[in-house]
């Protein structure tokens, strides 16, 4: 497989370099927490490394040095190997890639038993995160290292665990929409197929803009650096050497909340009730009004603000050009691009949010719901597919390097207390 000749070559280089770094200037100080950022969800304290991407505040997501608006016409499989290798693929490479999720593709017929079986009123991110969780049989990495797995061979296992995974994803969360929203039998992936066509085909949608449309979903939401809620739990629960299906599947659940990767689901449905309520698309006076009364009721605006980005989200750009060309004329598309208009200056005057911008969760579900997938409650497991691919580069990456358990030290109230009283 020319993706673990490639990490084989790399890794070395890199933990040569990372082994430099902390022997040189291992106690160089890159940060400091003050008492209302260990209060405050440690916001902006610099204390992890991620080498699969940056996300800064000006700029917004940048993969491996290049910013996410310049690979919006890559397929999804090009971005793993970058955030992988920190290159983008040749076209044998990407072959190779693809053949090898082809071939790892098949899911286990247990998942589906498991699936049908499950309340069809449970959330489709509860499903996908069970699926993920019982395939954690499959583990090859707890396998090689119950049987007694040396340190310096961690890679091959932690790889084979994230192609498996990864290669069956797109089918797992395509049949789970089938299987809750009764949608008929499950579709078979294509071996002729490219992964994100695949899993547009296997949702059984397949017209030429809606695979587009999963592509770009796809490529725009594959990683976010190491901070945010779902990886930080993912590589928490990774350097525990908890195999890949424990990871991804306790990084999911953080994905599933509304601050977070539940912020898609939720901002359609808002834009839905404006869609409704005005029966259309409302004049900027009644939209301006409808903000302020959310806010008023102590209620968030879903798709605005970030707690790192400081301006428009770049993956929000890409999704408004990509529905500039596809649907400019749809109301639910029109709302978004009013809101645009109105909402950050809303929350600049309200004067409480950091950031009054939009985030990817803005647009991404109007333009879902416009090519024919209209149940919002499984946005968010688009959304997975895609981090998936973050959070599995992540895991194979700091594994290869070695990385130690994660232990974090916490403080009482009563220390902090003592520890002012002394300052
Ligand atoms: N609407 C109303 N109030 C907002 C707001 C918004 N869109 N964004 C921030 N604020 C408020 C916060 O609730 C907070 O209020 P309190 O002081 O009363 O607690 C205040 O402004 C300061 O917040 P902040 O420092 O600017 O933002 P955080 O880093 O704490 O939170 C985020 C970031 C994304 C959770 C927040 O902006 C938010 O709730 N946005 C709406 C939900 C959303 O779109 N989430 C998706 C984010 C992308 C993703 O992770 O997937």
């Given at each position: ?8 070559e790399?890794i070395?280089?890199?933990?040569e370099?990372i ?7 291992g106690d ?22 991620c ?12 993969v491996r ?5 310049d690979?919006?016409?890559?397929l999804?499989e ?5 955030l ?7 076209e044998e ?11 790892r ?6 998942v589906?038993?498991?699936l049908?079986?499950m ?6 991110m509860a ?7 019982v395939?954690?049989k499959?583990s ?5 290292y119950?049987?007694g797995?040396?340190?310096k061979d ?19 969360a395509a ?6 929203f009764?949608r ?5 992936y294509?071996?002729?197929?490219d ?11 397949g017209?030429?803009?809606f ?7 796809l490529?725009?939401?594959c ?16 350097s525990?050497?908890?195999d890949?299906?424990?990871a ?5 659940n953080?994905?599933a ?8 689901q939720e901002?359609?449905?808002f ?6 309520k ?6 900027d006076?009644d939209?301006?009004k409808?903000?302020?009364?959310i806010?008023n ?11 790192v ?11 408004m050009n ?7 004329d749809d109301?639910i ?7 645009y208009?109105?909402?950050p200056?809303?929350l600049?005057?309200?004067g409480?949010a ?12 109007a ?13 968010t497991?688009?959304f ?5 691919m973050?959070m599995?580069?992540?895991?194979i ?6 990385a130690?358990?994660?232990r974090?030290?916490?403080v009482?109230?009563?220390w902090?207390?003592e ?5």
């Amino acid at each position: 497989m020319l993706l673990l000749k490639k990490l084989k070559e790399k890794i070395p280089l890199w933990k040569e370099e990372i082994k430099d770094i902390n022997l040189n200037y291992g106690d160089k100080v890159i940060s400091e927490c003050t008492v209302s950022q260990a209060y405050g969800g440690m916001r902006g304290v610099k204390s992890l490394v991620c080498d699969t991407s940056v996300v800064e505040p000006d700029k917004g997501l940048i993969v491996r040095e290049i910013p996410i608006i310049d690979l919006v016409d890559k397929l999804p499989e090009e971005i793993f190997h970058l955030l992988c290798i920190g290159e983008l693929p040749n076209e044998e490479e990407l072959k190779d890639l693809q053949k090898e999720l082809s071939n790892r593709s098949k899911v286990p017929s247990y998942v589906w038993n498991i699936l049908e079986l499950m309340p069809r009123d449970l959330h489709p991110m509860a499903m996908l995160n069970t699926a993920i969780l019982v395939m954690q049989k499959e583990s090859i990495f707890t396998k090689r290292y119950n049987e007694g797995l040396s340190k310096k061979d961690y890679l091959e296992p932690t790889l084979e665990d994230s192609l498996n995974l990864l290669a069956k994803l797109p089918s797992i969360a395509a049949g789970i929409y089938r299987i809750k929203f009764n949608r008929g039998g499950i579709i078979n992936y294509d071996p002729n197929l490219d992964w994100g066509a695949n899993y547009a085909k296997m949702l059984g949608i397949g017209s030429e803009n809606f695979i587009k449309l999963i592509r770009l979903y796809l490529v725009l939401h594959c990683d976010h650096e190491s901070g945010n809620v779902s990886q930080n739990v993912c590589n928490t629960v990774s350097s525990a050497l908890s195999d890949a299906y424990y990871a991804v599947s306790a990084g999911l659940n953080g994905l599933a909340g509304p601050l977070h990767g539940l912020a898609n689901q939720e901002c359609l449905r808002f834009i839905i009730n404006i869609k409704d309520k005005f029966e259309g698309v409302p004049d900027d006076e009644d939209l301006r009004k409808f903000c302020w009364d959310i806010l008023n009721s102590g209620r968030v605006v879903p798709g605005y603000g970030h707690a790192v980005l400081r301006v428009t989200d770049p993956r929000f750009t890409a999704f408004m050009n990509f529905g500039k060309e596809s649907c400019p004329d749809d109301d639910i598309f029109k709302v978004v691009e009013k809101l645009y208009g109105i909402v950050p200056n809303i929350l600049k005057e309200m004067g409480k949010a950091k950031n009054p911008w939009p985030n990817v969760d803005a647009a991404s579900g109007a333009l879902l719901y416009h090519f024919g997938l209209k149940e919002f409650e499984y946005y968010t497991v688009l959304f997975a597919v895609s981090r998936s691919m973050g959070m599995l580069s992540q895991i194979i990456l700091n594994r290869s390097f070695g990385a130690p358990i994660i232990r974090p030290k916490s403080v009482s109230t009563k220390w902090i207390k003592e520890f002012v009283s002394k300052v």
